[in-house]
């Protein structure tokens, strides 16, 4: 059975840094991209990064790029998402996702149950 | 960036009848070289993330009751529940996974009327 389990979030004052982790169990976790999806209270979701099988291609949206960095282990079969210069705006659910296909695209099957990120002074 | 958009944005409809869930994006996520629709449905019950109902824009992932269907292609996709079940109260989000950043729509909120 996929299991994805984040872990990290917390309340933060803004400026600060936190780092998130989603341990993966279930499957071949070295074939499968990984990547964060956010849900702000009440609001819809955003992509916010993705990182392929090897680590080879990175990618953030716009409204965290240069401030956020995702990363893996495949050894440890964990994804991490480092979060500096929080801002208010960055308050939400953060989700963990695995991609649905080997070495494919970025459909997202197994979802984690989210860990909440709350930026407040 | 594409840009997803759902129409509308809530809908009630009496048990065992249809429901229609539209979305259009901003530009075509059909990939010519390989003629498929770079688009899913999801499904989200309050407190619980996200479910994978559709990709390719019609294929049903494993395990969704065939009352779940998609259809369209190019920037134009529907997303119809052929007898509403009390069970799938619920948001309904459309995706593009044809480039990034990955987009969403914004949600459709079903109902029972």
């Known amino acids: 059975e996929v299991q994805l389990v984040e872990s990290g979030g917390g309340l933060v004052q803004p400026g600060r840094s936190l780092r998130l982790s989603c341990a993966a169990s279930?499957?071949?976790?070295?074939?499968?991209?990984m990547h964060w999806v956010r849900q702000a209270p009440g609001k819809g979701l955003e992509w916010v990064s993705g990182i392929s099988w090897n680590s080879g291609t990175i990618d953030y949206a716009d409204s965290v790029k240069g401030r956020f960095t995702i990363s893996r282990d495949n050894a440890k079969n964990s994804v991490f998402l480092q979060m500096n210069s929080l801002r208010p705006e960055d308050t939400a659910l953060y989700y963990c996702?695995?991609?649905?296909?080997?070495?494919?695209?970025?459909?997202?099957?197994?979802w984690g149950q989210g860990t909440l990120v709350t930026v407040s002074s | 960036d594409i840009v997803m958009t759902q129409s509308p944005d809530s809908l009630a409809v009496s048990l065992g009848e249809r429901a229609t869930i539209n979305c259009k994006s901003s530009q075509s996520v059909l990939y010519s070289s390989n003629s498929k629709n770079y688009f899913a449905w999801y499904q989200q019950k309050p407190g619980q993330p996200p479910k994978l109902l559709i990709y390719?824009?019609?294929t049903r992932e494993s395990g969704v009751p065939d009352r779940f269907s998609g259809s369209g292609s190019g920037t134009d996709f529907t997303l119809t529940i052929s007898s509403l079940q009390p069970e799938d109260v619920a948001v309904y989000y459309c995706h593009q996974y044809y480039s990034t950043p990955y987009t969403f729509g914004q949600g459709t909120k079903l109902e029972i009327k």
């Open positions: 390719w824009a019609s």
């Open positions: 279930g499957f071949t976790f070295d074939d499968y991209a």
């Open positions: 996702a695995k991609a649905a296909m080997v070495r494919g695209p970025d459909l997202f099957d197994y």
